[in-house]
């Protein structure tokens, strides 16, 4: 029996093709994806748009894994949970100084919590994997809503922290200028090799022709830049990013720009302009979501939300920021804002579902073949596609 890398091998094209199938027209690539994937992603094939919005069929298990100077969170699906197993949160204090930790008192402590279990055993079959890519003054786990639902959806994330713009410089400010490409770059060899290293945890786990890019804001630039200069990177999910000038769109990668129509720190404006410059390519599109701002792709206007937010909290401890550091942290967290919770259920439908067409030969969703306007629950989508 062939093993599940010689599988993804002999593969290769009939994926390739597939995914120009799922992104360009309205046909049935289910018997592609059958035939062509493991039964991971043979599970949720037949999954309605609908039920993206909430987790998929797989457990998750996480793990950190070290680039020699920076840390990797990857979330995976996992198998063999067992109910009473520990389950992961996280708290942006991790990311800060020792003497913020200690400053915070355990009660006050902001956390998110997941259903992932850390080092849980990895589900026998390969995934697609995603690299994603955090914002400005943020952390590798700042959108636990998504990374995680992509796992239980049947993808390998892996997130490393771009330490010189990281939340910690806020307070200690970095001594030089990161290499944010190279971040990925590099979690995208650290993934590859420990798929083909027979005593890692993600041995023969990940589909290396099938790798995509996420990322939020600074991170959804570097997504795209990401993809403009690393041939591997089949589709990218950018959320409050422009197209950089200097950036030349590579013509056959998929591309999804999300954006809020009250988002003050990248203008909608401008994300439109970059969409418009990319829009007649095949598998380009873009979602934006009315009254949203711009932390409404993160967890971040969830964190101390009953203590003022993160700023409020900070101020109660006497810890002050400069204004445009306040701004940054709190566009999308206002009352008069889509609330993030009420965004983030469409948020994985549209990611998710852009992922599994472009990186695995799923159909997309008649929601998201043709340009309208999207009316789920509370939220008002405007949905454009080539």
């Not at 049935?28 to 909430?54: C, K, Q, V, W, Y």
């Not at 942006?92 to 850390?118: C, F, G, H, K, N």
């Not at 995603?130 to 914002?135: E, P």
Request: charged share 20%; glycine share 6%; aromatic share 6%.
């Amino acid at each position: 029996m062939p093993t599940a890398r010689q599988t993804r091998s002999f593969t290769a094209v009939v994926l390739l093709a597939a995914v120009f199938v799922a992104c360009s027209t309205t046909g049935d690539s289910d018997t592609t994806e059958r035939a062509s994937r493991s039964n991971g992603t043979e599970r949720s094939a037949d999954s309605s748009f609908s039920e993206l919005a909430t987790d998929g069929p797989y457990d998750v298990g996480v793990t950190t894994l070290s680039l020699g100077d920076r840390d990797v969170e990857v979330w995976y699906p996992a198998t063999d949970v067992a109910p009473d197993a520990p389950r992961v949160s996280y708290s942006i204090l991790d990311w800060m100084p020792l003497y913020v930790q200690m400053l915070i008192s355990e009660a006050d402590r902001p956390v998110v919590a997941t259903t992932a279990v850390r080092d849980a055993e990895p589900m026998a079959a390969s995934f697609p994997l995603i690299v994603f890519s955090h914002g400005q003054i943020a952390y590798r786990a700042q959108s636990t809503f998504l990374t995680h639902a992509l796992a239980s959806w049947g993808f390998v994330v892996a997130a490393p922290d771009h330490i010189e713009r990281g939340v910690q410089t806020i307070l200690v400010p970095a001594d030089s200028f990161g290499d944010d490409v190279g971040d990925l770059q590099r979690t995208i060899d650290l993934a590859l090799a420990m798929d083909s290293d027979p005593a890692s945890l993600l041995y023969d786990r990940i589909d290396e022709f099938a790798i995509g890019a996420l990322g939020h804001s600074a991170g959804g630039v570097t997504a795209i830049r990401l993809a403009a200069v690393d041939p591997r990177v089949r589709s990218v999910v950018a959320q409050a990013a422009v197209i950089p000038a200097d950036t030349t769109w590579p013509r056959g990668t998929s591309l999804m720009l999300q954006a809020g129509t009250d988002d003050d720190i990248v203008p909608l404006a401008d994300i439109r302009r970059s969409y418009a410059a990319v829009r007649r390519d095949p598998g380009t599109s873009m979602a934006v979501f009315e009254a949203a701002g711009h932390l409404v792709f993160s967890d971040v206007c969830q964190l101390a939300a009953d203590k003022g937010g993160l700023f409020g909290l900070a101020a109660s401890y006497g810890v002050t920021v400069d204004e445009e550091t306040e701004k940054l942290g709190t566009d999308g967290c206002q009352a008069d804002e889509l609330p993030a919770v009420d965004a983030w259920p469409v948020i994985r439908q549209l990611t998710i579902a852009q992922f599994r067409a472009t990186l695995t030969g799923a159909p997309l969703p008649p929601e998201m073949q043709s340009s309208g306007t999207l009316h789920i629950d509370d939220v008002t989508v405007e949905f454009s596609t080539h």
